[in-house]
């Protein structure tokens, strides 16, 4: 395995999410938001690729730390 091509498993703490938006901004095919209260709604659960260093960024951005992003398919 090449160890460059990996794909992350997300989700969104919907308790915690304010509905900032840095991530819709950071990734939006993989985030949009409720129009009911602007919480974060996951698009793309397993973004590959760009969108999963999109993704990196979301999660860096997000200012309550709500997204959690799990790593799968990185040779090690
Ligand atoms: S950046 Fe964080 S707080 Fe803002 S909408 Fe996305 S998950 Fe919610």
């Known amino acids: 395995m090449s160890g460059t091509a990996?794909?992350?498993r997300v989700s969104v703490d919907s308790a915690h999410c304010i509905g900032a938006?840095?991530?819709v901004?950071?990734?939006p095919t993989v985030f949009s938001?409720?129009?009911s209260d602007g919480r974060a709604r996951i698009l793309d659960r397993q973004p590959s690729g760009t969108q999963a260093v999109a993704?990196?960024?979301a999660v860096r951005h997000c200012p309550v730390q709500a997204i959690q992003l799990i790593e799968s398919g990185v040779g090690q």
């Open 25 to 27: 901004l950071a990734a």
């Open 33 to 35: 938001q409720w129009p």
């Open 55 to 57: 993704v990196r960024l």
């Open 21 to 23: 938006g840095q991530c």
């Open 6 to 8: 990996s794909t992350v």
